[in-house]
């Protein structure tokens, strides 16, 4: 399991992002995988867990042993999806490899349960993270530092300190 997890990367980031790092997203996921990372998990959620998890289904177009794994919170979440965003779920999930359901009923617990299963099975957490204290990305990145996961935010205020 040790072998998998520092092989992976996971995503985490607002739902209110709208493309304004996609340039260094992919870069990112390029360079990750040129690091020796091959599993991406994708949360799933609109924003920034969308973005991320195109650019990883972009990037399997060029090397097949990528492997993308979506981890929702629970089942049915994808009805939460409208118009481009029901539409960019799809892609991200036809583009997946396997699906992990984190949680058994929707809830705050099911979230948490998604985030901790994206922390505890990765080595690096890639985040667009404003530095606001509440909410699913804080918690993740909160965790993902206690856990000692590498934190990569690209959101842009480099000199924004990611520690609690």
Known sequence: ???????????????????????ELRGIVVRLYHEGYRRFLCGMAWGFDLAAGEAVADLKQTYSDVELIAVVPYEGFYRL???EDAEQYRRVADA?????????????????MRN??????????????????????????RRARRKGVRVENLYPQPQMELEF
């Not at 399991?1 to 340039?23: L, P, Q």
């Open 1 to 23: 399991m040790d072998f998998i997890k520092n092989r992976s990367v996971a995503f985490s980031g607002h739902r209110t992002y709208r493309g304004e790092a996609d340039e």
């Open 81 to 83: 999806f409208h118009t």
């Open 96 to 112: 997946a490899d396997g699906i992990v359901v984190a949680g058994e009923s929707e809830g705050k617990v099911a979230y948490r």
């Open 116 to 141: 901790d299963y994206l922390v505890d099975n990765s080595s690096v957490l890639v985040a667009w993270f404003d530095g606001q204290p509440r909410g699913g990305t804080a918690y993740t990145v």
